[in-house]
């Protein structure tokens, strides 16, 4: 259950190194000019040709390619044992490419009913707009989605686990034989676990998103998106609507994101460990009526998520006895964990997603009931956030 155990599970299943020095590796050779250790950011839009057509490398357009996007495709690729990375210049902007890539009007796609709310939002109403129909179902009942399964229309499932903010696990393994078995594409958002915590390739899925925003690039200082894919052909049409359309990510976002990466591996240890301690210390607590984190053995997914995870990550939502007023109160009151929308970087977060990164599903089916309170558990002093914690809830 250690991040190590993770590294050399991937590292056996891909013949490859171990994670954590694939985090600080792959893509990332050092500059045979100047032997500069770092490859450098290429801040360039377009490269000279040598005569009509010499192209140095490969490269020819800042939109087509870039080494330093290169760099980072490479990295993502590795991470989660596909052929083929992208990046991107947000992760809806990855989740448009690929849907793009794969959808046609007329199409129908299957998603969790606890989706993050922008991509039930991409779907449904930018998508929704030229011809595509979802049915959002509950993930964990392997019937309702057989059911919702439409053959012939339906394209893609979606899978997001965790989800948010409530964390309930999916069985990734369960939900791509079922799509398999009906030819669907099947998708996983690992943006909550990240790979370090999870491979959903290796459990049967086709392609992974990310929102690199989040736990990869780690600092909360760069917008960023990515697609891990097998096949081939798919990844080429992917690659096309990269190139056709533009939502590249730009060199120095592309640069931020792999030197956050670089640190993954012990940053997921540290967010797991720091959760676990907080979501075992406000469990009981008389303000709280539940802590939904997958470490904790009373959460329902707790022992699918220690099957398909190394690491239970530094997501955790709590329900306030006080109803939303105590909610709203408790995100107003802590101090080290800042209200903000986001998650994933080093600092910690509250959020009260009702009204913040849910207010998009709010009367739909996706809603999220307003006691509840998210915290992105960041990698500070354990003891610290606790008291901060305890601090605020102490005020409700
Ligand atoms: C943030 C997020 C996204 C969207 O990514 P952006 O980088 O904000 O475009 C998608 N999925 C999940 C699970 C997210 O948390």
Known sequence: ?????????????????????RAIHAGQAFDPTTG???????????????????????????????????SLETLIASLEGTPHGLSFASGLAAE?????????????????NDVYGGTHRLINRVHGAWGVTNTTVELGDLDAVRAAIRPGETRILWVETPSNPLMKISDIEALAELG????????VDNT???PALQQPIALG?????HSTTKYLGGHSDVIGGALAIVDDELAQKARFLQFAAGPISAPLDAWLTTRGIKTLAVRMQRHSENAQAIAEHLLGHPAIDAVYYPGLESHPGHEL???????????????????PAAA??????????????????????IGLPAEMTHASVKGTALEVPENVVRLSVGIEDVADLIADLDGALGRL
Request: aromatic letters at 6%; hydrophobic letters at 40%; a negative charge.
């Open 1 to 21: 259950m250690s991040t190590a155990d993770s590294a050399t599970a991937s590292a056996a299943d891909s013949g490859a190194e171990g994670f954590a020095t």
């Open 36 to 70: 500069a250790v770092i490859p450098p950011i290429y801040q360039t839009s377009t490269f000279v040709q040598d005569g009509v057509g010499g192209l140095r490398g490969g490269y020819e357009y800042g939109r087509s390619g870039n080494p330093t996007r290169t």
């Open 96 to 112: 448009d490419t690929l849907l793009r890539a794969v959808l046609e009007p007329g199409s129908h796609v299957v998603l969790g």
């Open 180 to 187: 398999h078995e009906t030819g669907l594409i099947v998708v």
């Open 192 to 194: 909550f676990a990240s």
């Open 205 to 209: 899925a086709d392609v992974v998103v």
């Open 305 to 323: 998520a220690a099957r398909q995870m190394s690491g239970f990550g530094g997501m955790l939502s709590l329900a306030l006895r006080g109803g």
């Open 328 to 349: 709203k109160t408790l995100v107003e009151s802590t101090s080290l964990f800042q209200l903000a929308e986001s998650l994933g970087g080093v600092e910690s977060l």
